[in-house]
Nanobody, 123 residues
Framework: QVQLVESGGGLVQAEGSLRLSCAAS????????MGWFRQAPGKEREVVATISRSGNSTYYVESVKGRFAISRDNAKNTVYLQMNSLKPEDTAVYYCAATGRTFGVRDYQFDYWGQGTQVTVSS
């Protein structure tokens, strides 16, 4: 089992920045590929970004490219999501997730989930 706890969400004005953190405990963190997902009211959960076990490979959904950056610190068992130039459409609950799979960005391909943290961007 892997336990994931997100933090760093909040209310921010458009064009502002937030940094989300996700602390992992349980099994060896570096054995898992990590991802950030989000779910807005009335919408399906979507992937935001993923990062490989080593941190050398990342994936971003098109809508956040150039604005968001995912990173990880395996020594601290933590994955981050730096969000810049935030837009009202980024408003959602953001979830951290872990998977033992090497590939895949669908939510069903991730095995462990945090409880989520709310991000609200005002216009």
């Amino acid at each position: 089992q892997v336990q994931l706890v997100e933090s760093g969400g909040g209310l921010v004005q458009a064009e502002g920045s937030l940094r989300l953190s996700c602390a992992a405990s349980g099994r060896t963190f570096s054995n898992y590929r990590m991802g950030w997902f989000r779910q807005a009211p009335g919408k399906e959960r979507e992937v935001v970004a993923t990062i490989s076990r080593s941190g050398n490979s990342t994936y971003y959904v098109e809508s956040v490219k150039g604005r968001f950056a995912i990173s990880r610190d395996n020594a601290k068992n933590t994955v981050y999501l730096q969000m810049n130039s935030l837009k009202p459409e980024d408003t959602a609950v953001y979830y951290c997730a872990a998977t033992g799979r090497t590939f895949g960005v669908r939510d069903y391909q991730f095995d462990y989930w945090g409880q989520g943290t709310q991000v609200t961007v005002s216009s």
